[in-house]
Nanobody, 123 residues
């Protein structure tokens, strides 16, 4: 059964940090690329970071480069998103996605999605 479970969201002040986790079922984790997307109220879902499970290559949107880091733990079938130097504009629901096209920021290029975890950054 395909399952993605996100955790780690919360409320922080600008400049703070959070680490999101995405625990995946074995099948989902082993397939191609996993990524993090976010969606703020009234805005379209946008890609944030991606990682190729098979080789570890990583991809970042320009808006988060140098601040966010995506990583994987194969023993736990888990992908992480370390978010540092958070800004109010990072406020959004963050979604984990699996079985996607590495480097693509188009949500339709991913086949499986989690329920999301809220990140709120106050100024």
């Amino acid at each position: 059964q395909v399952q993605l479970v996100e955790s780690g969201g919360g409320s922080v002040q600008a400049g703070g940090s959070l680490r999101l986790s995405c625990a995946a079922s074995r099948y989902t984790y082993s397939s191609n690329c996993m990524g993090w997307f976010r969606q703020a109220p009234g805005k379209e879902r946008e890609g944030v970071a991606g990682i190729y499970i098979g080789g570890g290559s990583t991809y970042y949107a320009d808006s988060v480069k140098g601040r966010f880091t995506i990583s994987q733990d194969n023993a736990k079938n888990t992908v992480y998103l370390q978010m540092n130097s958070l800004k109010p504009e990072d406020t959004a629901m963050y979604y984990c996605a699996a079985d996607g096209t590495c480097g693509s920021w188009y949500p339709g290029s991913y086949n499986y999605w989690g329920q999301g975890t809220q990140v709120t950054v106050s100024s």
